[in-house]
């Protein structure tokens, strides 16, 4: 893998949550019954980025959580003989809730639809929104995002590697070519 070009860099990806951030509370009329779930790993630290810009906004603090999607993808099967399965919990209940989901890419959907699935294991939430950080485009699924940071088009050889604390030392998004 190689690294093609620095898409953004730090001051670009804290404006593009702090944008993200303001039109979610715009779309919602507020914070009233609004929380916000990251798909584990990055969407987790960004969906508390956004949280905390929210916070900073309104000075109300939004319910944030995280969901691991392992077991609801449909390539469970191909990632591990033996895939290691994890219940979805959430500190807040989602029942009647508007939920946005966070995620770092876009790409095919199945991660999206998947993270819906796990919202709906755990219950019945009056809305679901997507909030992405990059978009690159190659859906396989009737899925789109209604909060992008960026609209990045690529080729299927080319990957879109979001860097963020505390998973890298850097806040950054670079497009790699796989070689």
Do not use: W
Request: with cysteine; charged share 30%; hydrophobic share 40%.
């Amino acid at each position: 893998m190689i690294e093609k070009a620095e898409i953004m860099e730090e001051s670009a990806v804290k404006r593009a949550l702090i944008r993200i951030s303001h039109e979610i509370l715009e779309k919602n009329k507020g914070t009233d019954n609004l929380c916000l779930i990251g798909i584990r790993r990055r969407g987790e630290a960004l969906a508390r980025i956004i949280a905390e810009n929210i916070e900073k906004i309104e000075g109300v603090s939004v319910p944030c959580g995280d969901i691991d999607i392992s077991y609801y993808r449909d390539d469970l099967l191909k990632l591990s003989d033996m895939p290691v399965l994890k219940k979805t919990e959430l500190p807040f209940s989602v029942e009647g809730k508007k939920v946005v989901i966070v995620d770092d890419v876009l790409y095919t959907g199945r991660t999206a639809r998947a993270a819906i699935e796990a919202v709906f294991s755990v219950g019945r939430p009056a809305a679901i929104q997507l909030a992405i950080l990059i978009d690159r485009g190659h859906r396989e699924l009737p899925i789109r995002a209604d909060y992008v940071g960026k609209n990045i088009p690529t080729s299927r050889s080319e990957l879109i590697s979001v860097h963020i604390p505390p998973f890298d030392s850097e806040t950054a998004v670079k497009l790699m070519e796989n070689v």
